[in-house]
């Protein structure tokens, strides 16, 4: 196994939680997709991140099955371990900002995979679901206080890859976040937190905290 990092992003405010991110900091000693895709696989996490350049920011994003263009919680956290101010994906240059302790980063909504985002009346509705069989990428959420923009979200993959429930998804929080037209503040899994806001030039920003395990 090559040696990797593991980053918590999107913690709460009490520093818990957060989904797990797996960074190879050394991408040139996997330099093929297919030894890429066998670590992420071996791994486990939502997502790996391989990081081909860390100055420039450049790196390249999988789960345990597929390869991403685009995901919002491994950039989050490979902007906060690398400290760059922009990054490279397949999917183009994502911007990167700091505000207190969040991490924030800003791409078109576009960019994110599909999802199917689905309001419920409640919270507590959104707390009592089960996890769906396989098949549909669901976001389930409901507002918490609307006027002050909060939010109660789940989330569930559908991929059939050993993650059934993502504790937290930058990317669905970027499509929430341009359908609903403004900024929110989201609540998902155990008690992961995510900030989103619009940005300039069409772009999406998300972002939370960010820490090192172990």
């Known amino acids: 196994m090559t040696g990797h990092e593991v980053l918590r992003v ?8 957060g989904n797990a991110l797996g960074v ?8 093929g997709r297919r030894g ?12 790996t991140v391989f990081v081909d350049d860390p100055e420039g920011g450049v790196i390249d994003i999988y789960t345990p099955g597929l390869r991403l263009p685009f ?18 994906t397949a999917a183009g240059v994502v911007g990167v900002r700091r505000e207190g302790a969040f991490t924030r980063i800003a791409a078109p909504a576009a960019w994110a995979p599909p999802r199917t985002l689905r309001r419920h009346a409640t919270p507590a509705e959104v707390d009592a679901l089960a996890v769906p069989p396989p098949g ?21 993959p559908g991929r ?13 929080a970027i499509l929430l976040t341009a359908e609903l037209g403004r900024g929110l503040t989201i609540t998902q899994g155990l008690g992961s937190q995510l900030v989103t806001g619009i ?7 998300v972002g939370g905290r960010v820490r090192r395990e172990g």
Not at 10 to 17: A, M, N, Q, R, V
Not at 36 to 47: M, P, W
Not at 71 to 88: I, K, Q
């Open 24 to 31: 190879v900091r050394d991408g040139a000693a996997v330099p």
């Open 10 to 17: 999107f913690c709460g405010p009490d520093g818990g939680h």
């Open 136 to 156: 549909e990428w669901i976001y389930a959420w409901a507002w918490q206080d609307e006027a002050a923009g909060t939010v109660r979200a789940r989330a569930f």
């Open 160 to 172: 059939d890859d050993g993650i059934d429930e993502d504790e937290a998804t930058g990317a669905a």
């Open 36 to 47: 890429r895709q066998a670590i992420a696989r071996e791994l486990g996490f939502s997502e």
């Open 71 to 88: 995901a919002g919680h491994p950039c989050v956290g490979a902007a906060w371990l690398l400290g760059v101010d922009r990054l490279v």
């Open 199 to 205: 940005a300039a030039e069409g772009r999406i920003e």
